[in-house]
């Protein structure tokens, strides 16, 4: 009754405001405007465009009758007001920091992983850190220095379970636990039947049988695509380069790829594969294919000169597995192994969990 009585009040003093302004403007618009003029007139803020002394008539009528414009009603007004916004403010960034934080994590180790400035000190310094020389390359004892403090030039393989374990995983977790279990009790059943009744009827058996071959095929198709997933190390593995000719002590020497250290003075030449990440020191008409990295399939030029604060876009370093499509060139390999720009992404994608399929996940809450 109260807020009907507050209600009506209200629309009394709308009412009124209306019909002031009526005499002081054109009738004509007005009247077009008389709806849209009472909604704005429910909104306490476009009062006083309108007419300046309605808020005053509007406090008054509800500090009398608990209305719209009362202290009491307009401050639990502006609470709810406030608590909604709060409320709303809150879910709307649970929902951007929840989506931020998982993409923002995501971003952050991509970020994390791509960044390097070796392709913006002077080669001067970097040549310092290694204990490096540009005539004569490593010594064999600095060599043996860098080695264990940088390792191997090899990337390391994920730990992986074997084909036997993941195949009876498959047969064995899940919803095929429920398989097994009927088609067993088929057997059982069929069994005591054929103990007790000389013309048994073989139903028993043949359900049986068709919940084993069903276990059977949906647990090997399983096991077929998750070991094709996983197996991503392989397709990484078959781009690392078999040999690199490397200076040493004054020498030039061929050796095995994976024996390279950081520091290395590394000699690149048209077909070759980059062994490394490489610092280029000197080139001559050089191009890579840097498709695997990029998607670009054009040759890209490699210099001595750092001509981007990006290390994917300036010319003057050398991806570890990328292609040398023209020219030669001389470089300080700057990372090995798992430190190259490859062998991060390679980390990355191993380190990716397999998400379960919609099936798989309602099988698994049955």
Known sequence: ????????????????????????????????????????????????????????????????????????????????????????????????????????????????????????????????????????????????????????????????????????????????????VGAFLCFGAFAVQKAYLEDAPSDYLYLGIVLSLVVLISGTFAYYQEAKSSRIMDSFKKMVPQCAVVLREGNLFEIDATDLVVGDIVHMKLGDKIPADVRLIESDGFKVDNSALTGESEPQSRNATCTHDNPLETKNLCFFSTNALEGTAKGLVISVGDSTLMGRIAGLATKLEVEETPMAQEMAHF
Request: proline share 4%; net charge negative; charged share 25%.
């Open 1 to 180: 009754v109260v807020a009907s009585r507050a209600l009506a009040d209200s629309e009394i003093v709308i009412n009124r405001a209306v019909a002031r302004l009526e005499n002081k403007s054109d009738p004509n618009s007005i009247m077009k405007e008389k709806g849209p003029l009472k909604k704005k007139l429910s909104k306490r803020d476009s009062y006083t465009f309108l007419n300046p002394q309605v808020p005053a008539i509007i406090n008054a009528v509800g500090s009398t009758q608990g209305g719209v414009g009362s202290p009491v009603r307009r401050q639990r007004l502006e609470e709810e007001s406030s608590d909604t916004d709060e409320s709303c403010a809150g879910d709307r960034t649970f929902l951007i920091q929840g989506k931020s934080e998982k993409s923002g994590d995501l971003l952050g180790d991509l970020k994390k992983e791509l960044e390097t400035d070796y392709h913006k000190i002077s080669l001067e310094v970097l040549l310092r850190k290694f204990g490096s020389n540009v005539s004569t390359g490593l010594s064999q004892n600095q060599a043996d220095i860098n080695m264990g403090r940088f390792g191997p030039n090899v990337l390391t393989p994920p730990d992986d379970v074997s084909d036997w374990m993941l195949f009876l995983e498959h047969l064995t977790g899940g919803f095929s636990v429920l398989l097994w």
